[in-house]
T-cell receptor
Framework: GNSVTQMEGPVTLSEEAFLTINCTYT??????LFWYVQYPGEGLQLLLK?????DKGSNKGFEATYRKETTSFHLEKGSVQVSDSAVYFC????????????FGAGTRLFVKA | EAEVAQSPRYKITEKSQAVAFWCDPI?????LYWYRQILGQGPELLVQ????????DSQLPKDRFSAERLKGVDSTLKIQPAELGDSAMYLC??????????????FGPGTRLTVL
């Protein structure tokens, strides 16, 4: 079946540190891949996406590259800020007679000033 | 900026009671989703509507959960009777079209349910 596995949190970094949150997936065929972010007290927001192998999604300084050979979509940011503290969800979409989103468990990020 | 509205934001109830959650999607969004997010896990789709029709309710526990979107706009999710294991965040999302192509989902702030 389709599934998404993310690194467990929480991840705690100092401001301006480099961020990597690992995400791997299992799916038949060629899913589209997404990262969502959930700030405290808010709903999920789409952060970035990639729809085919070797695509790079980017937004707000975050990047992730769709790696088919390693079935991965790791999230990276070169210099995190306190305002990046949130929960990050990796997700995939497969068309199984309708587009259904499968989410990972989420990784909580704390950034210290 | 248009947002998905949900109410209540928090609900505490005792087991065996009935609870209901309301969602108002972004105007013009034909597709509406209800997700359940258990603490420490990602959201899991409970039901998806296309206008007023259910297109996916395969993960909805139909013996106690029901959902409706009578006029194809706002929606209600009901649990009766509530059980301890239903304690979770219930998220509503909407998108322009979801059945035959992917469009970005916009999420509401959620309703946090605690069953005592």
């Amino acid at each position: 079946g389709n599934s998404v596995t993310q690194m467990e949190g929480p991840v705690t970094l100092s401001e301006e540190a480099f961020l990597t949150i690992n995400c791997t997936y299992t799916a038949t065929g060629y899913p589209s891949l997404f990262w969502y972010v959930q700030y405290p007290g808010e709903g999920l927001q789409l952060l970035l996406k990639a729809t085919k192998a070797d695509d790079k999604g980017s937004n707000k300084g975050f990047e992730a590259t769709y790696r088919k050979e390693t079935t991965s979509f790791h999230l990276e940011k070169g210099s995190v800020q306190v305002s990046d503290s949130a929960v990050y969800f990796c997700a995939l979409i497969r068309n199984t007679g309708g587009f259904k989103t499968i989410f990972g468990a989420g990784t909580r990020l704390f950034v210290k000033a | 900026e248009a947002e998905v509205a949900q109410s209540p934001r928090y609900k505490i109830t005792e087991k065996s009671q009935a609870v209901a959650f309301w969602c108002d999607p972004i105007s013009g969004h034909a597709t509406l989703y209800w997700y359940r997010q258990i603490l420490g896990q990602g959201p899991e789709l409970l039901v998806q509507f296309q206008d007023e029709s259910v297109v996916d309710d395969s993960q909805l526990p139909k013996d106690r959960f029901s959902a409706e979107r009578l006029k194809g706009v706002d929606s209600t999710l009901k649990i009766q009777p509530a059980e301890l294991g239903d304690s979770a965040m219930y998220l509503c999302a909407s998108s322009l079209v979801g059945r035959d192509s992917y469009n970005e989902q916009f999420f509401g702030p959620g309703t946090r349910l605690t069953v005592l």
